[in-house]
T-cell receptor, first 114, second 110 residues
Framework: GAGVSQSPSNKVTEKGKDVELRCDPISGHTALYWYRQRLGQGLEFLIYFQGNSAPDKSGLPSDRFSAERTGESVSTLTIQRTQQEDSAVYLC????????????FGQGTRLTVV | KQEVTQIPAALSVPEGENLVLNCSFTDSAIYNLQWFRQDPGKGLTSLLLIQSSQREQTSGRLNASLDKSSGRSTLYIAASQPGDSATYLCAVHTGNQFYFGTGTSLTVIP
């Protein structure tokens, strides 16, 4: 596709349920990043993939959060046993390689935990 | 840990003015610096990327400069338009992640 695609665009879930967020990066982009943005706050780093490996997952806030990437393409971010503080916009970005190339962001998934 | 600061936090200008947004960072060991704009309820749109070895980049009415040794970058917007109204974010890339500033909220008044 032309850009980074994220789905769903909006998700409302009940507290305690698991959710899965999807990111389709730009074709050929080996670096993929997940960020979280709570309402009125800045962007928080969650995890970085290079290919299918995650050399930096230091931003995952708890063991309820996990992410994987397959085929050097699609990535999924899974949140287990969702809590109200997980409500945020989850943003995915990709770049051709780490560090040297322009990064492009998707439109985000707005997660609301009720 | 890298810290990124943006000044001012908010800016309101009449249409047609030239303006400068400032970004500072604490650790000069960066790969690159990227400027983005964010419109309400939307994702981030890339504006300009400056490699660590570069001093400036230009795109249309936008010019970004980088002084890595002093940990500073500026985004210059010429002849501002109401469509430029958005939040502007700078981000430094340190290898594994981008560190973002808290943004400058720009309003251009027609």
């Amino acid at each position: 596709g032309a850009g980074v695609s994220q789905s769903p665009s909006n998700k409302v879930t009940e507290k305690g349920k698991d959710v899965e967020l999807r990111c389709d990066p730009i074709s050929g982009h080996t670096a993929l990043y997940w960020y979280r943005q709570r309402l009125g706050q800045g962007l928080e780093f969650l995890i970085y993939f290079q290919g299918n490996s995650a050399p930096d997952k230091s931003g995952l806030p708890s063991d309820r959060f996990s992410a994987e990437r397959t085929g050097e393409s699609v990535s999924t971010l899974t949140i287990q046993r969702t809590q109200q503080e997980d409500s945020a916009v989850y943003l995915c970005a990709s770049s051709r390689d780490r560090g040297r190339n322009e990064a492009f962001f998707g439109q985000g998934t707005r997660l609301t935990v009720v | 840990k890298q810290e990124v600061t943006q000044i001012p936090a908010a800016l309101s200008v009449p249409e047609g003015e030239n303006l400068v947004l400032n970004c500072s960072f604490t650790d000069s060991a960066i790969y690159n610096l990227q400027w983005f704009r964010q419109d309400p309820g939307k994702g981030l749109t890339s504006l300009l990327l400056i490699q660590s070895s570069q001093r400036e980049q230009t795109s249309g009415r936008l010019n970004a400069s980088l002084d890595k040794s002093s940990g500073r970058s500026t985004l210059y917007i010429a002849a501002s338009q109401p469509g430029d109204s958005a939040t502007y974010l700078c981000a430094v890339h340190t290898g594994n992640q981008f560190y973002f500033g808290t943004g400058t909220s720009l309003t251009v008044i027609p």
